[in-house]
């Protein structure tokens, strides 16, 4: 039977406890800065939103392709596959618009 306490594993290193509210400089859970892990999407490839994106239209328009009886769910496909372009769209819009503003 297991019991409620919860088990010391050697793979865990000592933990910093914090004093009077201090930061712990330590988190074995996060992995660290120094690899990259805690940037930006649009940091290191500010056009790969708008390709997942796109391929997620695609894949969505792609699914109207099949046997279906009924076609609610191409309407909430299309539905969906729309609002996800329009959101590219004013994205894409609204970055064209700053750049003209700020050069």
Known sequence: MSGTD???????GDLETAHHGAV????PDAPSE??????HWSDFAPRGRFLLLGLGVVGLLLMLIGNHQSH???????LIALI??????????????????RP
Request: hydrophobic residues 40%.
């Open 84 to 101: 996800m372009a329009a959101w590219m769209a004013r994205t894409h819009l609204q970055r064209r618009r700053e750049r003209r503003i």
């Open 6 to 12: 919860l088990e010391k594993h050697d793979s865990h």
């Open 24 to 27: 712990v400089s330590y988190n």
């Open 34 to 39: 120094e690899w990259g892990w805690h940037g």
């Open 72 to 78: 609610v769910e191409d309407y909430f496909l299309v």
